[in-house]
């Protein structure tokens, strides 16, 4: 089952088009990477998901079924802007926004006590929130995200504000959500979030989407048969025909690391064939590609349809 | 609607829940009252304490035997005004008055010199002294003595009845009107403004604090908007409920302690005991049913009635103003920024409220009066100025319909601009910005 599919979404703003005929597919307990540089659109494809706006043609579905009011209860937003209530206290106001989300007053209270818990932070309950640090305010925001057990979580650049231990923190009640059944929706710009958490991603740029699938899949599709070598001595040289050498660094005295562009068709057992003839080799791996080489690659190149293109045969 | 209530519920018990509500609320019917009681006070040790002036007086004419007062010593001088002039000049006396010789008729040419500006209220005390020696003067000339001169005195005061088509009779006060329709005509007023500004106040905040993509992702703009006003109005009648059951509670505590000091009456009874004669008892008996007329009168205004109408004119203009407080506040990003766009919403309200005086006390049937009480933007304060005096009733079923119309037409425009508005931040907002969002598809 798809936790969300959107067929052909286009919003048009008077001054520009916000999406442009974008269709995604979001399975079902996956964290799913919505990329794209700023101003690409995916904050109006998210207030569209929200039911924040509508949409001006295309559809999207929920779980199998087209987008309704009723769909607010089961999915939980965190915007990128953060902002609570200052002069409310923590407790009232997860309590207030629980129940605008469709949650009773009883089941608010007894999930509010258990996530205050899970935070260490029970005694924050009378604390107004303009007494509290950015970052002890994000996590109070991040309970009411998720605080009505929503089935869709859409993170809008989660990460931002919180030091390293928080983050990490954050991290684990995200994968426990996962774990849980909840499907998150990730939008961030921070590659190594996408490297580590997402299992499928989509990339945004300029309204339309522009690369979508399973993170593993998209890194196999832009491998680019290049290897990463540490051996010992640099004097060989190897047929042009079917290498190029990339770069060379020395490690220390007589210990090298080279990259290694293999022609199409030549397989990784071939390239150490290849080597173990002129050279000792200490280590061997593929060089993939990061997510971070793939965004960048591609934003760069959708200026210049002839390069995407070719980057994208590749 | 469930969530309406919810908000409703927060937007109340955030504002109530405030020290500064509670402040408010107990100190406003306390500052009026403490205000005009120190005044009071002072005025009256002033008066307590102030010396009797000096006047010395050069009096040509002869005719003027003057009594010291309580406000005034005389020294008759015997001297030439230029002399006397002199004389005063090394004395730190008040005034110098100068009479010169004077026909009855024509009493002129009478001087008063002082060394400052004296006050309207001084020169005005020795003016009233010479008038009354003058008019003893003409009296002992046209030879009739001063009794015969008081019972020549009467006072009227008319009955006012109205006769309506059915031929009922009711006494009406056009002074109880005039005050009552006052009074509720401001109270409309303050509160649509005081209250309307709260809420944008309130938007205002929620966009800043960027709490608002939040709540609108768990509810429509329209539903926060609709709350948020209803839930400022709610805390808006609660405070002024406190206030009038205060205020009523402590003005008919005051006049039960000052009631029986109050001046005039006590100065009657002086009198009454002093001169035990008939025509001063006349007298207090039509002061008296003078008061009793006056609460009559008040009874007997259909008071039920204004109650509601009040009730219903202060929600409706309340609700009619603040939807367009709650646009504003959703297009700007501060309260410098809102200034442009709260003149022009204003502006009618200052309208109804000027109209008030200019118009509608004055003349609560004339037809400004009636245009002013019909069209929504000046009802709500115009209305409850006339209401008293008797609105006909299709009158007034005109002019409430058109409040219901207009403040959901005021509704309907604030929440198109509103659910563009709350969520566009760094924009510079204009006019044209807001039509184009006011026909912005949704």
Same mark, same amino acid.
Request: glycine letters at 4%.
């Given at each position: 089952m798809e936790a969300l599919i959107a067929k052909n979404v286009t919003k048009v703003y008077a001054e520009h088009k916000?999406?442009?005929n974008v269709s995604l597919t979001i399975p079902e307990k996956t964290i799913f990477g919505l990329l794209g540089p700023n101003g690409a659109g995916k904050t109006t494809l998210i207030r569209i998901i929200n039911q924040i706006i509508n949409s001006d043609s295309g559809e999207i579905l929920i779980f199998g079924e087209? *987008?309704?009011?009723?769909h607010i209860e089961i999915i939980g937003y965190l915007p990128e802007e953060r902002g609570l209530y200052?002069?409310?206290?923590v407790g009232e106001q997860l309590l207030y926004l629980a129940q605008l989300k469709g949650l009773s007053r009883k089941d608010a209270m007894a999930r509010i006590k258990i996530w205050l818990e899970k935070f260490e932070?029970?005694?924050?309950?009378?604390?107004?929130?303009?007494? *509290?640090?950015k970052g002890m305010a994000q996590k109070v925001q991040f309970i009411s995200t998720v605080l009505h057990e929503p089935k869709l979580i859409i993170l809008d650049?989660?990460?931002?504000?919180?030091?390293p231990v928080n983050a990490q923190l954050i991290t684990e009640k995200i994968l426990e959500l996962k774990e849980n059944g909840s499907t998150i929706i990730f939008s961030t710009h921070r590659m190594e979030t996408v490297e580590s958490l997402c299992d499928h991603i989509a990339l945004i740029n300029k309204s339309k989407k522009i690369l979508e699938g399973p993170k593993k899949q998209v890194k196999e599709q832009y491998r680019s048969n290049t290897f990463l070598i540490e051996h010992r001595g640099n004097h060989f040289t190897l047929p042009s025909e079917k290498y190029e050498v990339k770069s060379q660094t020395r490690i220390e005295d007589d210990l090298f690391s080279t990259t290694l562009k293999a022609a199409d068709g030549i397989k990784g057992n071939q390239v150490i064939k290849d080597l173990i003839d002129i050279t000792e080799v200490y280590s061997f791996q593929e060089k993939l590609p990061t997510m971070a080489d793939i965004f960048i690659g591609l934003v760069k190149a959708d200026g210049d349809d002839a390069l995407r293109k070719h980057l994208q045969e590749v | 609607m469930n969530k309406i209530w919810l908000i409703i519920q927060r937007e109340f018990l955030t504002r109530v829940q405030k020290k500064s509500f509670l402040i408010t609320t107990i100190l406003v019917p306390l500052i009026f009252p403490a205000i005009i009681g120190v005044l009071v006070y002072i005025m009256k040790k002033e008066a307590e304490s102030a010396k009797a002036d000096t006047v010395q007086v050069v009096d040509e004419s002869g005719k003027f035997i003057f009594e010291n007062t309580k406000r005034y010593n005389f020294v008759p001088l015997s001297l030439s005004i230029d002399k006397a002039k002199d004389a005063y000049k090394q004395t730190k006396d008040f005034a110098l008055l100068y009479i010169p010789p004077f026909d009855i008729n024509k009493p002129e040419g009478m001087i008063i010199y002082t060394k400052e500006n004296p006050s309207i209220e001084k020169v005005g005390g020795l003016e009233s002294i010479i008038q009354d020696r003058i008019r003893d003067l003409k009296l002992e000339a046209y030879k009739i003595d001063k009794e015969t001169l008081k019972s020549l005195k009467v006072s009227v005061n008319l009955k006012q009845i109205n006769i309506s088509e059915t031929g009922e009779e009711k006494t009406s006060n056009a002074g109880i009107l005039f005050w009552l329709g006052l009074a509720l005509g401001i109270l409309i007023y303050m509160f649509v403004l005081i209250y309307g500004i709260q809420i944008m106040q309130g938007v205002i905040d929620e966009k800043t604090s960027k709490i608002v993509e939040v709540i609108v992702s768990s509810v429509k703009p329209f539903q926060l908007m609709l709350g948020k006003v209803i839930g400022i109005a709610s805390v808006g009648l609660l405070q002024f409920t406190i206030w009038i059951i205060l205020i009523s509670a402590l003005s008919s505590g005051v006049l039960g302690y000052f009631g029986l000091k109050m001046p005039q009456q006590q100065a009657m009874e002086e009198v009454t005991k002093q001169l035990d004669n008939e025509e001063v008892k006349l007298a207090i008996d039509q002061q008296k049913s003078k008061t009793t007329e006056i609460f009559h009168s008040l009874f007997q205004l259909p008071l039920g009635k204004i109650a509601f109408i009040f009730v219903f004119y202060f929600l409706g203009g309340y609700l009619l103003y603040g939807a367009l407080f709650a646009a504003v506040g959703s297009a700007v990003e501060s309260m410098q920024e809102s200034q442009q766009f709260q003149f022009p919403i204003t502006l009618p309200l200052l309208i109804g409220y000027f109209g008030l005086f200019m118009f509608v006390l004055r003349d609560p049937h004339g037809s400004a009066s009636f245009w002013l009480s019909i069209i929504p933007f000046t009802s709500p304060i115009a209305m409850v100025g006339r209401i008293g005096s008797g609105v006909p009733d299709q009158e007034l079923l005109l002019s409430m319909f058109l409040l219901i119309a207009g403040f959901i037409f005021t509704t309907w425009i604030a929440g198109r601009i509103y659910r563009v508005g709350i969520l566009m931040t760094g924009t510079k907002v204009s006019w044209k910005v807001l039509a184009k969002w006011f026909f912005m598809k949704s």
């Open positions: 916000a999406l442009d087209k *987008l309704k009011p009723s200052k002069k409310m206290k932070i029970k005694d924050w309950w009378h604390k107004k929130v303009e007494d *509290l640090s650049e989660p990460f931002s504000g919180f030091d | -």
